[in-house]
């Protein structure tokens, strides 16, 4: 078990990455607006906010279930990281305001963008790896997949939610009701909002695509640091003297 201190201490090397990510995309967006005159673009900065709200929550998270802490702590805190979990994959879809403006070239707002969003993904998968490291342990291999699997889904639902009917992750609390009416008119009445469904399925399978290859990755980096490490350090075996 670890103190809160030295599992940051861990985790600098990360942060320091994620910071200067989240540097990059300040700066490119401050440039712009310095250049052009026009804020157009500075609710991505919002966005990238929203984004490392789950990475934080699933890191209080991880190191509460290391020191065995989470207890009755762990289903408010999932539950908190689930809320905000879609406002990083979320910013995937600032990539529709993509469109010619003038006195900024368009290469650069794809630059822009693709900046934004690829951070926001990834702060959304480090968060997600913790998430999934403290679901694995508390349900095993399979019900730790099939957990994530569907967080994953529900992250494509949220992803219409927030892009197409304008909700807030706040919104979860302060106006429930609201939501479970318009989900409720959905599910009734499933042929009607194929939008719905086409979004939620579309994102859904990305990100569930995706974080199988990032999985798949991960295991073939450890393997192969294991394979590396036993050949240069080779268990000898003396032989039997007598």
Known sequence: MTSFSAFVRARLPLGAAVGTLLTWCAALVAFRISYSGHITYRFLLWN????????????????????????????????????????????????????????VPLWYDLALLLSCAGTALALGYLSLLDVHAVLTR??????????????????????YLGRYLRWNSWDVVTRPDHIAQELAHRIRYLGR?????????LFGGFLTLSYVLLRAAQAQLVAAARHESAHRHPVSVSAPTG
Do not use: E, Q
Request: hydrophobic share 55%.
């Open 48 to 103: 990238l906010v929203l984004a490392v709200v789950p990475w934080v929550l699933s890191g209080i998270l991880r190191w509460a279930d290391d020191r065995h802490r989470a207890g009755w702590a762990a289903a408010p805190l999932l539950a908190g990281w689930l809320v905000f979990f879609p406002n990083a994959p979320y910013v995937l879809t600032d990539l529709l305001h993509l469109a010619p403006k003038p006195g």
């Open 138 to 159: 508390r349900l095993g291999w399979a019900g730790g997949w099939l957990a994530v699997i569907g967080c994953l889904l529900l992250t494509g639902l949220g992803i």
């Open 193 to 201: 909002h194929p939008r719905t469904w086409g979004v939620t399925a």
